[in-house]
């Protein structure tokens, strides 16, 4: 085709016309190097300064977050929240599909490095308005007065600066707020002054066979404490929510609302209370005054760069996202502890096959615990842990058939065919902080152009030595349940404490009110701030913890 149709008919590129004087394309350079740098009236415009300043941002929607922002707005203060993530719709938005549920996780890169490498994505956080608590499991089993003493009782490890009677009244209240079912009395602290409020949720297939092998081998075990709901339950503030199905899915939202996650509860409360949340707002900056405290925060929100001016900061993002904003904006530094004492609980499974059709996907995952081992006899370790039995859905299962027992193609396939006959046990237990275990920035850089963070991880001895101990009595419990090809996957989960709480700024980041040493009106309330990591889940205490700063902090304002 001749060129000059070409151009008429405006199909392809025109060609440009090769210039063969050389003082003309100088000239040209020039030009084009004049029309591309910007003017003055090109330049960005500087950020607006909000006139409008609010008591308190908090950033971060999850546990940590969402109990503190419902009893801040409750007391009258203006308060917004930033949440990273979107805000959804359960009942439009979750499938029962775990990989079409995968937007719920943070799926950030960060970097894992180590001897005992920890996973992330769907493993440890998510994402959106609710933040972790749209995809945690719901267990909420209490912490005992001894994990918060493992220093005093073992020589190793760091104790709380409070004792368990500091958290108790804050257990009781979420339980009862939550709507959590669970057994009364609970058998391994038949005083405790309230019971739970709704009745334990039924047994899935591995929690029975485990109930029935644990009886012969003499081991207690109850059904398990579960933020979800066993009947339909008038939560104040909110209104009535219904019992949850059995869905089991509970990883992947919960699209009943029967899961007590804080989009559901405490996060309504706190706008009908006034709060403002603000979805789909990445925070960069905190800005501080010449005084060294917080002013203010940048946030990025739809392409846009906004400013919030605030007279208070409470920092809720989670122990990866927490110290990295920290160390961005190389603040509350002074104690060389940001980052550091990163721990991840000992999360052991064990796996058997059985005759029977067990249907792991179905059910609350968690329903059986044990806490006979939450101290055992003859350990050569510090601490302890609880044992449960678990659900697992099948993308899921196949992912750790490929980690831990290397199968692939056909084999994969082969055994999957099985998946409807598999159980498992697992284990939550104590991690001691180590010098090695610690968080950083590393050189390469996110979307953001952020640099990413690199956690690293080795499980030390005392994690190997529970782990072994865990590992020998899980498969006594599934030989006596008839299991056959019996294998263990050794994995950690829950990351914590990269921002301790302690009675010094020598050693610890905030005191035990939440508040940063080095700035008078910073607040942190996560996982980050445990001194040790409790041999129980974290969300229940997490929660406790946000309710409890939440009221050191308005009585400092009498």
């Known amino acids: 085709m001749p060129e000059e149709e070409v151009l008429e008919e405006s199909v392809l590129n025109p060609v440009k016309p090769e210039i063969q004087d050389p003082l003309l394309q100088a000239l040209l350079a020039e030009s084009a190097a004049l029309d591309a740098a910007p003017t003055e009236q090109e330049l960005p415009d500087l950020l607006p300064n909000p006139v409008e300043e609010v008591d308190c941002v908090v950033i971060g929607t999850g546990a940590g977050g969402a109990p503190l922002l419902a009893r801040l707005a409750m007391a009258g203060l203006k308060v917004v929240a930033l949440e990273a993530g979107p805000r959804r719709n359960p009942a439009r938005d979750y499938a029962t599909d775990e990989k079409a549920q995968s937007f719920l996780f943070w799926n950030d890169e960060r970097l894992s490095a180590g001897q005992s490498p920890v996973a992330f994505g769907k493993n440890n956080s998510g994402t959106g308005v609710g933040g972790s608590t749209l995809h945690y499991t719901a267990y909420t089993p209490r912490a005992h007065a001894n994990d918060l003493t493992l220093h005093r009782d073992f020589g190793q490890g760091v104790d709380w600066p409070f004792g368990i009677e500091e958290l108790e009244p804050y257990y009781e209240e979420l339980e009862h707020f939550l709507g959590v079912s669970g057994p009364t009395p609970y058998p391994w602290n038949p005083s405790r002054r309230k019971g739970y409020p709704l009745a334990p949720l039924p047994l899935n297939g591995a929690a029975q066979l485990m109930q029935r092998a644990c009886a012969q081998l003499g081991i207690q075990t109850s059904p398990a404490a579960n933020a979800a709901l066993s009947a339909r339950y008038y939560q104040e503030g909110i209104g009535w929510r219904e019992a949850c199905t059995n ?132 350990a050569d370790f510090a601490g302890g842990y609880l044992l449960q039995s678990i659900g697992v859905m099948p993308v899921t299962f196949a992912t750790q058939m490929v980690r831990q027992r290397k199968l692939w193609g056909q084999a994969l396939r082969d055994y999957m065919r099985s998946y409807n006959h598999m159980a498992g046990i697992n284990i939550l237990g104590d991690c001691l902080p180590h010098a090695a275990n610690f968080l950083e920035l590393a050189e390469e850089k996110d979307a953001r152009g952020l640099p990413k963070p690199r956690l690293h991880f080795t499980a030390q001895e005392n994690e190997q030595r529970m782990n072994r101990h865990a590992e020998k009595l899980m498969r006594q419990i599934w030989e006596a349940a008839g299991a056959r090809d019996i294998w263990a996957f050794e994995r950690y989960a829950h990351v914590i404490g ?61």
């Open 247 to 378: 869905r089991g899915f509970c990883q992947a939202g919960c699209n009943r609302g029967a899961k007590a996650s804080m989009d559901v509860t405490f996060l309504p409360l706190a706008e009908s209370y006034g709060a403002e949340i603000r979805a789909d707002a990445f925070v960069t900056e905190i800005e501080r005054d010449e005084q060294g405290r917080v002013t203010g925060v940048v946030y990025e929100q739809y392409g846009q760069t906004v400013r919030q001016r605030c007279r208070h900061l409470f920092l809720c993002a989670g122990a990866v996202e927490t110290p990295r904003l920290l160390m961005l904006n190389e603040l509350a530094l002074s104690s060389g502890h940001v980052g550091k004492n990163f721990m991840a609980h000992p999360g052991m499974q064990v796996w058997g096959t059985f005759p029977e059709d067990i249907r792991p996907y179905k059910g609350i995952p968690g329903g059986l615990i044990s806490e006979d081992t939450h101290r055992p006899k003859n």
């Open 498 to 558: 990269t921002a301790r709480m302690g009675l010094s700024g020598d050693d610890a980041v905030v005191n035990p009110e939440g508040r940063a040493f080095d700035v008078p009106n910073l607040y942190i309330c996560d996982n980050s701030v445990f001194p040790s990591a409790l041999s129980v889940n974290p969300a229940l205490t997490i929660m406790a913890l946000s309710l409890r700063t939440a009221d050191k902090f308005l009585a400092s304002l009498r």
